[in-house]
């Protein structure tokens, strides 16, 4: 099963801006190339709580395994 993090990074990258809009344009700006510059991070953060997760499903299980495994950018 494919998993898309893309709107959670994205719904992220929306909340950072709308916290800048009360600093006016330049923070909002300033927002903007933070939540970029910031992506690949969470997408990272995002993957290890996935794998995290997994592993913890995993010690519950009586017999198999929950694999995270990426494709291209997004886990599977």
């Known amino acids: ?3 898309d993090i893309t709107p ?3 719904s992220l ?3 950072l801006a ?3 809009e009360a600093g006016g344009a330049e923070a909002k700006a300033a927002a903007e190339r933070l939540a970029l510059a910031l ?3 969470v997408r990272l953060a995002l993957m290890d709580a996935l794998s995290q997760a997994a592993a ?3 010690s519950e299980l009586p017999a198999g395994s929950v694999d995270v495994r ?3 950018r997004e886990p599977e």
Do not use: C, Q, S
């Open 70 to 72: 990426l494709r291209g």
């Open 56 to 58: 913890e499903i995993t």
């Open 39 to 41: 992506d690949p991070a």
């Open 1 to 3: 099963m494919r998993m």
């Open 18 to 20: 709308a916290a800048a």
């Open 8 to 10: 959670y990074v994205e």
């Open 13 to 15: 990258r929306h909340d």
